[in-house]
């Protein structure tokens, strides 16, 4: 392989790339990104199969220049000179279309596609640009009729500003122009020489100047749009980054809280089935312990303090099941202490008894029964 066709290879890899939106890096561009880089300003506008459409504008530039220096003494001559470089120019535009704007993207991947079974070099870029994800854009074509069977002026619009604002379009345009100035340029010359059209020469320079103001408003139109697209595309980017990035941030802080807030209820819950499973309050038989002075027996956890004072809400339902049950076990001890307080039971000594045991042992002594 020459350097030649290593080369072109390249250039035609790289403006793939480009299509498919990527490649600015040498990560996804490994083999074109030098290239890219050193060399990329001379063929970027073109499309893969024109990379050296360069040439064709330069040879175009000397030759209009070669004309106004060797038939400079001949202006007629001169004029017809430029206008058959400019019309081979405008045909060749017209033939080829040499530039790839960013809405016929996903035409020269097509194109690519369709070359791949004709063209070696579009075979080897398919198997480089295998593992390149594609844009993802899917091309819609607006239907120019509403349902009422009318014509929908703004998909006439799009379709009009997508026409216009192509670059092979603007290239036509400018090239039409230069075609018309230099016909009207002999044709004015024509006139200058002869007598048989007195009022041609106004209307020559009419048509001149229309043509040529009408050329500088289209460019300057098409350039300040591209200038606000770009720049809206810019600022639509950054703003949809900014917002992702907050909802990011809300999402995130969000989660973070319902994940403390589940995390704590279930800590509280797993507390409350610590508490109701504990031994302390099971039996030895694994009943529930009674409560004094409760008739029944229930299990009374008791609630940490601190867990329950933490709430600035109503606590969950099985901390709630804990608190009531811990309530009622109190009430009861509560009622019970005051009943106990109110009729005391003395409790005897045991000197006392003891003496009760004597006497009445000393008094049932029978000598009788003694004797016997």
């Given at each position: 392989?020459?350097?030649?066709t ?29 290239i ?35 038939f ?5 001559f ?18 080829f ?59 006439v ?6 026409w ?19 016909l ?13 059209y007195?009022?041609?020469l ?16 289209y ?10 697209i770009?720049?809206n ?13 907050s ?10 809280l319902?994940?403390?807030?589940d995390s ?7 507390v ?29 956890p008791t609630v ?22 811990e309530?009622?076990a ?13 009729i ?7 000197e006392?008894n ?5 006497n009445?042992?000393?008094?049932q ?8």
């Amino acid at each position: 392989m020459s350097f030649t066709t290593a080369g072109r290879e390249l250039c035609v890899l790289d403006q793939l790339l480009r299509a498919k939106g990527t490649g600015n890096d040498r990560l996804s561009n490994p083999l074109a990104f030098d290239i890219r880089t050193g060399l990329g300003r001379q063929y970027f506008q073109f499309k893969p199969d024109f990379f050296m459409w360069i040439i064709a504008i330069i040879l175009r530039k000397f030759f209009i220049a070669i004309t106004a220096v060797v038939f400079s003494k001949n202006s007629s001559f001169q004029m017809a000179a430029c206008l058959m470089i400019m019309f081979l120019a405008y045909s060749a535009q017209m033939m080829f279309r040499p530039y790839m704007s960013p809405g016929e993207f996903d035409i020269v991947i097509k194109q690519h596609e369709e070359s791949v079974y004709t063209s070696a070099i579009h075979a080897r870029c398919k198997m480089q640009l295998s593992h390149v994800e594609s844009r993802g854009r899917k091309k819609t074509r607006r239907n120019l009729m509403n349902f009422e069977g009318k014509i929908d002026q703004s998909a006439v619009l799009g379709v009009l500003t997508g026409w216009l604002f192509n670059y092979n379009t603007i290239e036509q345009v400018m090239l039409f122009a230069a075609v018309i100035v230099c016909l009207m340029g002999i044709m004015y010359q024509a006139n200058a020489t002869s007598t048989f059209y007195p009022g041609a020469l106004d209307g020559v320079t009419g048509v001149v100047m229309i043509t040529i103001i009408g050329a500088i408003l289209y460019y300057v139109t098409v350039l300040v749009t591209e200038m606000v697209i770009l720049y809206n595309e810019d600022s639509s980017k950054a703003r949809l980054l900014k917002k992702s990035m907050s909802s990011k941030e809300k999402k995130d802080k969000s989660s973070r809280l319902t994940v403390s807030g589940d995390s704590q209820q279930s800590a509280l819950i797993d507390v409350a089935s610590d508490l109701t499973m504990n031994p302390l309050f099971l039996n030895e038989g694994g009943k529930a312990g009674s409560t004094p002075g409760s008739p029944t027996a229930s299990p009374t956890p008791t609630v940490p303090v601190d867990v329950v004072m933490s709430y600035a809400k109503p606590p969950p339902q099985e901390l709630w099941t804990i608190i009531q049950g811990e309530f009622a076990a109190m009430s009861n001890q509560l009622a019970a202490a005051r009943k106990e307080s109110q009729i005391p039971t003395p409790t005897p000594s045991l000197e006392k008894n003891d003496d009760d045991i004597k006497n009445k042992k000393k008094n049932q002594f029978s000598p009788l029964l003694a004797n016997a």
